[in-house]
């Protein structure tokens, strides 16, 4: 079975601060894909990541970080400088390699003031 | 735009009702997926399909039904609505039955609100 654990419901900054969301992931698979959506006030699911299972490498894209740890099951995000656009829900998603879903976590809101 | 299609954004009816809510995949994906978004469910994975035929099934509700034309398009119908049926409903795209390793594109979703 998979699961997805986002502990943080909501997390407030004040802008310019950095934000770090934690997401960890239970699964029995070697090779699994783990994903970060955000979601922002106007609805739509918009795609940041894609990682698999046997590249641990963590990567950066602009303001964005990720950092991916198969010891601790982990796979976290964060967010440099944030900025009032980055007010929004953010979901870690994992799929198994056989599997046909994705599965969510339940989302943590990020409230960024200026 | 993600190149997949949903139809309509919003759709507001009343208990009883029956609607149908469309998606058109991203151009070359063979595999819909439909979820429901709840404020209390989170996002669900409903259903599956792939090249026209249905293959997997989540939490969905025998009240609700799906179908993949031959177009690969996707209709998912929901009868008799309850007002706890009211959710944001996504379509989501893959080129391959199994969407980890080329992802999922998602569409901007229906509204769905039940009065």
């Known amino acids: 079975a998979q699961k997805v654990t986002q502990a943080q419901t909501e997390i407030s900054v004040v802008e310019k601060e950095d934000v770090t969301l934690d997401c960890v992931y239970e699964?029995?698979?070697?090779?699994?894909?783990l994903f970060w959506y955000k979601q922002p006030p106007s609805g739509e699911l918009v795609f940041l990541i894609r990682?698999?299972?046997?590249?641990?490498q963590n990567e950066i894209s602009g303001r964005y970080s990720w950092n991916f740890q198969k010891s601790t099951s982990s796979f976290n995000f964060t967010i440099t400088a944030s900025q009032v656009v980055d007010s929004a829900v953010y979901f870690c998603?994992?799929?198994?390699?056989?599997?046909?879903?994705?599965?969510f976590g339940a989302g943590t809101t990020v409230t960024v003031r200026a | 735009d993600s190149g997949v299609t949903q139809t309509p954004k919003h759709l507001i009816t009343a208990t009883g009702q029956r609607v149908t809510l469309r998606c058109s995949p991203r151009?070359?994906?063979?595999?819909v997926y439909w979820y429901q978004q709840s404020l209390d469910q989170g996002l669900q994975f409903l259903i599956q399909?792939?090249?026209?035929?249905?293959?997997a099934k989540g939490n969905i509700l025998e009240r609700f039904s799906a179908q993949q034309f031959p177009d690969l398009h996707s209709e998912l119908n929901l009868s008799s609505l309850e007002l706890g049926d009211s959710a944001l409903y996504f379509c989501?795209?893959?080129?391959?039955?199994?969407?980890?390793?080329?992802?999922?594109?998602f569409g901007s979703g229906t509204r769905l609100t039940v009065v």
């Open positions: 989501a795209s893959s080129p391959s039955g199994t969407g980890g390793a080329y992802g999922y594109t």
């Open positions: 699964t029995r698979d070697t090779t699994y894909y």
């Open positions: 990682r698999n299972s046997f590249d641990e």
């Open positions: 998603a994992l799929s198994e390699a056989n599997d046909y879903k994705l599965s």
């Open positions: 151009s070359g994906d063979l595999s």
């Open positions: 399909y792939y090249n026209g035929e249905e293959r």
